[in-house]
């Protein structure tokens, strides 16, 4: 079972800065659909960026321009670089890789790439106005 664990989160100001990260037990991120989602209270959970098996990005409107998603695969880390953060950021943040055993499709379809995939424990992220 490979496990994922995200670190970075915090508390900032509207404006403010933070890096998360998200080191897997394995070498998961090559190669397979990962990406980052977020859930606010009261909201339902929602793809921030993806990365399919060809590295290409998607990212959701709201962080284009802001948000940039890397990896280094040496150190089995995943990594999410959010620039001029809002208050609507807050949230848990969530990194999610899938299960090659399970997701064998090419493209990473946006609706089930993650559907029993890989998930971190999650961490918040808090941005005050």
């Known amino acids: 079972q490979v496990q994922l664990v995200e670190s970075g989160g915090g508390s900032v100001q509207a404006g403010g800065s933070l890096r998360l990260a998200c080191e897997a037990s394995?070498?998961?991120?090559?190669?397979?659909?990962v990406g980052w989602f977020r859930q606010a209270p009261g909201k339902e959970r929602e793809g921030v960026v993806t990365i399919d098996r060809i590295a290409s990005t998607t990212y959701a409107d709201s962080v284009k321009g802001r948000f940039t998603i890397s990896q280094d695969n040496a150190k089995r880390t995943l990594y999410l670089e959010m620039n001029d953060l809002n208050p609507e950021d807050t949230g848990m943040y969530y990194c999610a890789a899938s299960d090659p055993r399970r997701y064998t499709a090419y493209v990473c379809d946006s609706g089930s790439w993650w559907r029993n995939g890989y998930w971190g424990q999650g961490t918040q992220v808090t941005v005050s106005s």
């Open positions: 394995a070498y998961i991120f090559s190669g397979n659909c």
